[in-house]
C-alpha cells in the first residue's frame, strides 16, 4: 500500500514569492491534514479536512495561507507571499475514519525562504 | 491548557543499551496516548497507541506505559540499535474518531553511538 505522499520534497524561496505544496493522501482515507513543524519542535496543525470540507482551520494564518481539497482526495497547501519566518517542514498526513484516529505522515516539504 | 512535556529533551546512549523516554500531560478529556518516531528528514510514524484502560503496550523493542491517574507515559527501548536514532515524539489526543484533536509534545532527540 503506498503511503502519503508530498511534492516537493524541497523548496527554496526569496521572501515574498508564493509556494505551493501538493499532498496525495492513502487511498480511502477521508481525513487530511496540514502540519508545520519547526526544528526540534513537534508538528502543529494548520488545517483538517474531513472530505472536501476544512473542519478546523483556526490554527491556518488566512492572510497569507490557503489550502483547497477540491475533490476530497488530493491537497495544496499555498503561502502567498512567503515570509523568512515560513521556513520549516509542512506535513501532510492522512487518517482513516476508524476510533483511535491513527495519523499517518508524508515525508514533508523542507521549505527555505531566502 | 493541554499540554504534552516530554523529557530529556536529548539523549545520548551506547549501541546496546536501554533507555526510557518520559511523557507527562495535562490533556482532557482523554481518549488515547501515541509514541511516534521521526527518523531526520521523514514523517513520523507510530509506533504504539494506547487508550485510557491500557497501561503497557509493545512492539518489538518499543515499550511504552500509560498511567491515566498520574497522566503519564514513558517509552522503554531495549538493546538500542543505531537505527533507533531519531525523535520520539509523544502525542495525546483528547477524543476518538477523527474529531479527535491531538497534541504533541516537542519530541526527545535520541542519538546511539556504536
Known amino acids: 500500500e503506498a503511503g502519503v505522499v508530498q511534492s516537493p520534497r524541497y523548496k527554496i524561496i526569496e521572501k515574498k514569492q508564493p509556494v505551493a505544496f501538493w499532498c496525495n493522501p492513502i487511498?480511502?482515507?477521508?481525513?487530511l491534514y496540514w502540519y508545520l513543524q519547526n526544528l526540534g519542535q513537534g508538528p502543529e496543525l494548520l488545517i483538517r479536512?474531513?472530505?472536501?470540507?476544512?473542519?478546523?482551520d483556526s490554527q491556518l494564518p488566512k492572510d497569507r495561507f490557503s489550502a483547497e481539497r477540491l475533490k476530497g482526495v488530493d491537497s495544496t497547501l499555498k503561502i502567498q507571499p512567503a515570509e523568512l519566518g515560513d521556513s520549516a517542514v509542512y506535513l501532510c498526513?492522512?487518517?482513516?475514519?476508524?476510533?483511535?484516529?491513527?495519523?499517518?505522515f508524508g515525508p514533508g516539504t523542507r521549505l527555505t525562504v531566502l | 491548557k493541554n499540554q504534552v512535556e516530554q523529557s530529556p529533551q536529548s539523549l545520548i546512549i551506547l549501541e546496546g543499551k536501554n533507555c526510557t523516554l518520559q511523557?507527562?500531560?495535562?490533556?482532557?478529556?482523554?481518549?488515547?496516548l501515541r509514541w511516534y518516531k521521526q527518523d531526520t528528514g521523514r514523517g513520523p510514524v507510530s509506533l504504539t497507541i494506547?487508550?485510557?484502560?491500557?497501561n503497557t503496550k509493545s512492539n518489538g523493542r518499543y515499550t511504552a506505559t500509560l498511567d491515566a491517574d498520574t497522566k503519564q507515559s514513558s517509552l522503554h527501548i531495549t538493546a538500542s540499535q543505531l537505527s533507533d536514532s531519531a525523535s520520539y515524539i509523544c502525542?495525546?489526543?483528547?477524543?476518538?474518531?477523527?474529531?479527535?484533536?491531538?497534541?504533541f509534545g516537542r519530541g526527545t532527540q535520541l542519538t546511539v553511538w556504536p
Open positions: 498526513a492522512s487518517s482513516p475514519s476508524t476510533e483511535y484516529n491513527e495519523q499517518f
Open positions: 487511498s480511502g482515507h477521508n481525513t
Open positions: 479536512y474531513e472530505n472536501e470540507e476544512a473542519v478546523d
Open positions: 511523557c507527562n500531560y495535562t490533556v482532557s478529556p482523554f481518549s488515547n
Open positions: 494506547m487508550t485510557f484502560s491500557e
Open positions: 502525542v495525546v489526543s483528547d477524543r476518538g474518531s477523527t474529531l479527535g484533536r491531538l497534541y
